[in-house]
């Protein structure tokens, strides 16, 4: 595959809160998948047969999250545990300032990549069947509203100005589950956040089903995990 094109545009604005002058998403972006090729020339580890693992990949704020994860992908994958990509760009409006300039678009081609190695279910494109109730996703919207506008007064304005968030939660749900019911079973699975965005509806489906999973977290241009 050809490398990855860089966006002279694509590091972060000025007023981001997320600034790092020495971070660039579509740089970062090219040098991970260098870092697939590297992966690809590394013998596998003899055995196999370990614990089915899901990798959930999203766009989070143009940070090293969705590379942190394609990095424990691959050291699962050469370690002889089966890996299924769980891809979601999902637009669930509490989200909506994760897909930051070529964000998506990027990460498009980077999965694209990393298909050669590793089954890929693009949780976007699951069917949405009956929802969930809307209401059982209230206090979710609620607490993505504070983290988005940062206080409890602002939070209910913005859910007053947008009653949609909680049915949109609903229907990923419904996403999930599809995505979860139609792909490779899963052990255990890596999620992003826990809270913020769709990484919220993946922890309660996976709660409900049983699933261990582990969350973790990152900032521009640095990897860290939470405890």
Request: with cysteine; glycine share 8%.
């Amino acid at each position: 595959m050809s490398s990855l094109p860089v966006h002279p545009a694509n590091a972060l604005s000025p007023e981001s809160p997320y600034l790092n002058n020495s971070y660039r998403f579509d740089l970062a972006c090219r040098q991970m998948q260098a870092r697939l090729e590297a992966w690809r020339r590394l013998p596998m580890a003899a055995g196999g047969g370990g614990p089915r693992a899901g990798i959930i990949l999203t766009p989070w704020l143009q940070t090293a999250v969705p590379f942190f994860a394609l990095e424990l992908a691959c050291e699962l994958r050469r370690n002889g545990c089966p890996v299924t990509l769980y891809y979601d760009t999902s637009d669930i409006g509490v989200n909506r300032n994760a897909h930051t300039g070529a964000e998506t678009e990027l990460l498009d081609l980077l999965v694209a990549d990393a298909a050669r190695d590793f089954p890929v279910v693009d949780v976007a494109r699951s069917p949405v069947r009956q929802p969930v109730e809307p209401g059982s996703w209230q206090t979710v919207a609620y607490e993505n509203a504070v983290w988005l506008t940062k206080g409890d007064t602002d939070a209910r304005r913005y859910l007053d100005a947008h009653p949609q968030l909680p049915r949109l939660l609903a229907e990923h749900q419904r996403r999930v589950e599809h995505a979860l019911d139609n792909s490779p079973g899963v052990d255990w699975m890596l999620c992003p956040g826990g809270a913020f965005g769709p990484s919220s509806v993946y922890v309660r489906v996976l709660q409900q089903r049983g699933i261990s999973f582990n969350t973790y977290d990152s900032g521009p241009g640095k990897e860290q995990r939470d405890a």
